[in-house]
């Protein structure tokens, strides 16, 4: 099966701020604690639509994206509108694609007196690291492809609280240290090492696949690393879901810089 395109539905990329980023905590008393600027609370807002023809569902969407909460600031603001904007954009996108899709196979079931099918799409997201300053997360959207099957679509955010943008990728490396590089080195490793063990499978020229589809927006922070990811089918089976590689902290390097 060939890679399905990403399909760019965000409306626009956020800028990111220049300056490298650096994991850390101030520290009272021998005691790491938040700044005011480390904190962001959010809660879940939710959409949900709903597609017909004659009169019969055919597809439903269901929206959980997150909404900052508490005093109002400009970075709660930006955060609020992003994903906003996202979730009206993946209604869109629900609208012009994935409803031809659902209402092509109900009038080929009811032509056949087949079950009438009802297709169902889903947006969510899941908060990975709120420390440091940063505050980490991806939105994965489930949703039926023209064959029948889920498809999954993940995006990741790393936003800068302190700067109020989201953090670049390069941001979290040492200047000319060859970033990509080495992420494509750690990737390979582990895949040799799951093939090897029988914990997984990848396409066959899965080293082409992994240099050409290598994005660098594809990432997300989490306690243990930084976590970057392909989109599913582009380097493993639909089996393998989303394929997804940990760079650990360097906690040798004031837990800063990926090792």
Known sequence: MEVP????????SAP???????????????RAVKSAADSLETEAFTAEREWVVDGIP???????????VGPETRLK????????TQC??????????????????????LASSAPLPCFHAELTYHVTCHEGGFWSLYTQSQE?????RTLLRRWGDTWDLRTGYPAALPSFFPPHSGWKKQLLHLAAGEIRQQEAAGHARYLPGWQRKLRRNFNARNFYL??????????MYAIAPAMEGIPAFTVPWNRQQDETEPQ
């Open 5 to 12: 395109e990403m399909l760019n539905f965000f409306p626009f």
């Open 77 to 84: 603001r930006r955060i609020r509108r992003y994903y906003r």
């Open 88 to 109: 009206r954009a993946y209604l869109r996108y629900c609208g012009r694609q994935l409803f031809p899709m659902a209402a092509a196979a109900y009038r080929a079931a």
């Open 16 to 30: 990111s701020a220049a300056a490298p980023h650096r994991i850390r905590h101030i520290r009272k008393g021998g």
């Open 58 to 68: 055919v597809l439903t969407a269901r929206i959980a994206l997150p909404e900052p």
């Open 144 to 148: 039926p492809d023209d064959g029948g």
């Open 222 to 231: 989490t306690p243990e690393g930084l976590v970057f990811f392909y989109p």
